[in-house]
């Protein structure tokens, strides 16, 4: 401990600045806690801004013809985001950027592909309605005569997911202290962190959660699983404008799930997840693009697809441990005295996730007590992390 800096007492210490971590902080600061993020890299450095920014509401764990456990917790999910980004909700999301309103369920004319999205549709009701071919309300991208398929809408928006990081590194900028050694865990209860610019800090949190992502690995009490993705991205002038649509196959898992960007030149960017992805991880990156150029052309045979560029990454979904290596139904949480480990699972479950946190802290019979130190005040803050289609170590082709 640095005799020059006392420690600093505080409520809550939160370490990773991915959604998990900056929802937590934004929920607990709202109600009066003393709390800090620490964040070893940029704010969503890991999934999150790798993430689609989708807020789900349940269709896509409706495809396998029955109400699952992840549909019915995700459910209320759209309705909890929609509050925030109009500025009436828990957090105030009214900085982030809306892509799109709602997305689309698209169910190519291969007869297994219609039937799971017409028993998809059968359970969701409400929020998945079939779009009328002749109707403008179809995507633009799929009002072409050679469009055989069938489209829903879903009542789920897409968010920009970099904005949303900036929205809370905004309102919360003072709480978020950079430490580009990452934490490994707590000694004696106290956290040191580091800084080349600066003398280390101690802080002595009452309670410390870990939202790092695959960094809560540092945690050998809280099992851990890493779920891979080779996700694409496409560039080009010839991309038919946004599309935001999961495209169905035979299986419960979309055949691909479409997302739209744009980059910091301006351009549209495709974003490509779904089975694409999910499959493509026992893929090179050149046979990944060939199987995606196949997929497109095969979905959307009237764009020219020969001009289009493509470009692919790897990352690791990192989620409690579960029985046979499978998708959490919801977020988790682990505890191991006053030392917590979360994640979310999905980015929509963000808000639900900091709702059983903040429950777990007043367990702990933490006491809010807002803070106040100047050592804080001036420690570096972290930026936010980079767009995957803005990465300069990418290769397009
Ligand atoms: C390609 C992809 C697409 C997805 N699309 C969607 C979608 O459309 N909709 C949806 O709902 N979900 C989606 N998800 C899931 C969603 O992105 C994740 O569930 C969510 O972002 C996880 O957030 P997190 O805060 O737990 O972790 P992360 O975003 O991984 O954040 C962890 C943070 O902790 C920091 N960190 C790590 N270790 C340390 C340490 N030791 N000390 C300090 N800091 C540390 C990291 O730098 C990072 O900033 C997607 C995921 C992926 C990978």
Known sequence: MNPAIPAI???????GGGIAGLWLLARLRERGYGVVLIEADRLGSGQTICAQGIIHGGAKYSLH?????????????????WHCLSGAGEVDLREARLLADHQYLWATSAPS?????????????SRMEKVEKVADDLPATLQHPQFRGVAYRLDEPIVDVASVLTAFAHSYQDALLFSPEPISSA?????????????????????????????????PWAAQQLRPLHMVMAR???????????????SDTPRVTVTSHTDAEGRLIWYLGGGLAETGVKRNRGQQIQVARQELTVLLPWVDWTAVQFATFTVQRAEARQPGGVRPACFSLRREGRIIAAWPTKLALAPLLAEQLEQQVRTLAVQPQPLASCELADWPRPEIAISPWDREELAWS
């Open 236 to 250: 080009g002038v010839n991309l038919p404008g946004p599309l935001y649509a999961h495209c169905l196959g035979v």
């Open 187 to 219: 000694v004696n209860g106290t956290l040191t962190l580091h800084h080349p610019d600066r003398l280390p800090l101690t802080l002595l949190p009452a309670c410390i959660v870990f939202t790092a992502g695959t960094g809560n690995t540092a945690l």
């Open 9 to 15: 007492n505080v409520d809550v210490a939160i370490i």
């Open 65 to 81: 013809g029955s109400l699952s456990d992840s549909a019915q917790a995700i459910a209320g999910m759209p309705a909890r985001w």
């Open 113 to 125: 592909s219609r039937l799971t999205a017409f028993f998809a549709s059968k359970l969701m009701q």
